[in-house]
């Protein structure tokens, strides 16, 4: 398997999958020590303050089990810190490991994976898996292809929140919609005072209990359903970004549709691009009372030209329904190599949003972060005028 590393200065690389720790209960290893995931981040600056509990409180926004609207499954999700952090919980610029066990392993689950080893779950990634790893393919919950892969990524991205915060740098995500319920205009301000005030993390306050009750009505039905989760970036300065491959558009698409169910993403205004003149599809400028430049509106969503405008960095994500359903669905049985119907009994997320917009701050913020390393390698040798800098 290739491609396990996301980043190219600041890198983080994870291994680990859903269940992975089960293969080892024979082998005498402590309950609390199972497998589960590790993460190792590459390019940590060195003195800066990184504790555990920094890094919990990212995993328990992504962690199951805690609302009706989540997997049943009961993982802790506690992470430890294996390496790169020395006394007084100071990075030492070495690579910080983190590992994050799985205890949540129970025979039970595993057998129930094994029933429908062969089975492919129409919309989640068992076909493909065995046209890539054939029978090797990890059979018990999803393997790489689970959900829960994304503890690590979440990890990684905690620890680029600890940098950024030095530089004011500040990311947050929310959920606009809900299968097809849409909440009001949400402005950066109103997602940071009502940041998970319910259980979907919706900022408007009036209509997420319309979005949840319609998620548990679906998830009474035996299906499931998807939303928009938007990401916020404040405090990003202009230029980020290389022009070419490397856009800051590019690499936060690259973070992003690396997540399991992300089916789409525009920035800013995005799609409604297609339907606007160019007057109404610019944003104007102006030089404000210290002499930046700002935007009077933001229809790029903080990027232009590929490289950040010093306006918010923002985004809307379209997050699929989950694919594990109890309702009868056509597929294969590629063991016996016939067709079959099927109507899994594992345990899933009725809705990925509220699980999913964690993950999405993280890879915003690896991003962000790397594209800093990358901007600011090169203008340490590209000797720009100052002036260009004070604007
Ligand atoms: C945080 C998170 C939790 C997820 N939980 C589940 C789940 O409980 N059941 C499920 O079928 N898919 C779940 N998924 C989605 C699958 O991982 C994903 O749909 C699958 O890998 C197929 O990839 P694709 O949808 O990008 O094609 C989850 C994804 C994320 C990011």
Same mark, same amino acid.
Request: aromatic share 4%; proline share 6%.
């Given at each position: 398997m290739l491609g396990n590393t996301y980043g190219r200065f600041f890198r983080v690389t994870t291994c680990g999958?859903?269940?992975?720790?089960?293969?080892?209960?024979?082998?005498?290893?402590p309950?609390?020590?199972?497998?589960?995931?590790?993460?190792?981040?590459?390019?940590?600056?060195?003195?800066?303050?990184?504790?555990?509990?920094?890094?919990?409180?990212?995993?328990?926004?992504?962690?199951?089990?805690?609302t009706p609207l989540d997997s049943p499954r009961l993982e802790t999700d506690r992470v430890y810190i294996f390496s790169g952090v020395m006394e007084d919980d100071l990075t030492t610029g070495a690579p910080v490991g983190l590992v994050i066990p799985n205890v949540d392993i129970e025979d039970l689950h595993i057998g129930q994976y094994r029933e429908y080893k062969d089975m492919c779950r129409p919309g989640h990634a068992e076909y493909t898996f065995f046209k890539k790893y054939g029978e090797h393919s990890d059979w018990v919950g999803a393997g790489r292809a689970s959900g829960r892969e994304t503890a690590s990524r979440v990890a990684g991205g905690a620890v680029a929140k600890a940098v950024l915060a030095r530089m004011g740098i500040d990311v947050i995500a929310f959920i606009s919609e809900s299968h097809s319920i849409k909440a009001g205009p949400i402005t950066y301000e109103k997602a940071k005072e009502n940041y998970r005030k319910n259980d979907l993390n919706c900022p408007d306050l009036e209509v997420a209990p319309r979005m949840i009750e319609d998620i548990l009505r679906?998830?009474?039905?035996? $299906? %499931?359903?998807?939303?928009?989760?938007?990401?916020? *970036?404040?405090?990003v300065p202009a230029g980020l970004g290389e022009p070419v491959f490397d856009k800051m558009s590019a690499l936060i698409s690259h973070g992003i549709m690396s997540i399991g169910a992300i089916k789409g993403l525009e920035f800013g205004s995005g799609f409604a691009h297609a339907t606007m003149k160019g007057s109404e599809s610019n944003d104007p400028m102006y030089f404000d009372a210290?002499?930046?430049?700002?935007?009077?509106?933001?229809?790029?969503?903080?990027v232009l030209g590929g490289i950040s405008n010093g306006e918010d960095i923002r985004i809307r994500v379209a997050v699929k329904a989950t694919p594990t359903i109890s309702?009868?669905? $056509? %597929?294969?049985d590629v063991g016996q190599g016939?067709? *079959?119907l099927l109507s899994p009994i594992t345990r899933?997320?009725?809705?990925?949003?509220?699980?999913?917009?964690?993950?999405?701050?993280?890879?915003?913020?690896?991003?962000?972060?790397?594209?800093?390393y990358m901007s600011q390698g090169y203008a340490a040798v590209a000797n720009l005028d100052p002036r260009w800098g004070k604007i």
């Open positions: 999958e859903s269940y992975a720790g089960g293969f080892r209960k024979g082998l005498n290893v309950k609390e020590l199972y497998g589960g995931l590790l993460a190792i981040v590459d390019g940590v600056p060195p003195g800066l303050n990184l504790t555990a509990a920094m890094i919990q409180e990212e995993l328990d926004k992504r962690r199951p089990g805690q679906i998830k009474d039905e035996g $299906d %499931t359903c998807g939303g928009v989760v938007e990401v916020i *970036a404040r405090g210290d002499g930046r430049v700002r935007f009077r509106s933001n229809h790029a969503g903080g309702l009868p669905q $056509d %597929t294969v016939k067709n *079959a899933r997320d009725p809705s990925l949003l509220p699980r999913i917009y964690p993950v999405c701050e993280a890879m915003v913020r690896l991003s962000i972060l790397d594209a800093i």
